[in-house]
């Protein structure tokens, strides 16, 4: 319990601290979440780095996001993520009822523009852990209601697969429009 309150309060502090020690400029430019998205990343490569030494490779893309779910996110904040949702082509989109750092601020509306700097992090955490599995991605949260969140990944191989089986088929439409 200890462990966990000590947590909460270094993410606290660090997110005080790089927006306390940002220029205005920074602060609405976006330079501040990014700042706290790298150190999550780092964060995430270290721990998935330690928390996979000892398991089985991994099959495809959903048992690795079923191991963040479970393993990774159990591990880092004491529960499962609650629901994992796909649509088998590279989006995933994990929900937490009750997400930890979330916790402590009002259940209200008040702070809900706050709720991004929160959650730069672990958008960091999840994109860094994944990074070290081999899967490039980039993770995005949203917060409709405090303090459950929805942390949306895109992995960018399936994305950017996608994208240019679109884009063969829109050239060769076109090359055809020019035969005629």
């Given at each position: ?56 490779r991994f099959k495809d893309e959903l ?36 997400f930890r750092l979330l916790t402590q ?14 959650l730069a992090f672990t958008c960091g ?56």
């Amino acid at each position: 319990m200890a462990d966990e309150a000590l947590f909460l309060l270094l993410h606290n502090e660090m997110v005080s601290g790089v927006y306390k020690s940002a220029e205005q400029g920074e602060v609405e430019n976006g330079r501040c979440i990014t700042k706290l998205e790298n150190m999550g990343f780092r964060v995430g490569q270290g721990l998935i780095e330690r928390f996979t030494k000892d398991t089985a490779r991994f099959k495809d893309e959903l048992d690795i996001m079923k191991f963040i779910c479970k393993d990774f996110w159990t591990t880092v904040f004491k529960k499962q993520i609650d629901n994992l949702r796909t649509n088998h082509q590279g989006i995933y989109v994990l929900q937490d009822n009750k997400f930890r750092l979330l916790t402590q601020m009002s259940a209200g509306k008040q702070y809900l523009e706050h709720a991004s700097k929160y959650l730069a992090f672990t958008c960091g955490l999840i994109r860094g852990g994944l990074s070290n599995l081999g899967i490039k991605s980039i993770v995005t949260a949203e917060v409709s209601s405090m303090p459950a969140c929805k942390l949306t990944s895109y992995f960018l191989t399936n994305v950017f697969s996608s994208y240019l089986s679109g884009l063969v088929v829109f050239v060769s439409c076109f090359c055809y429009l020019e035969d005629i």
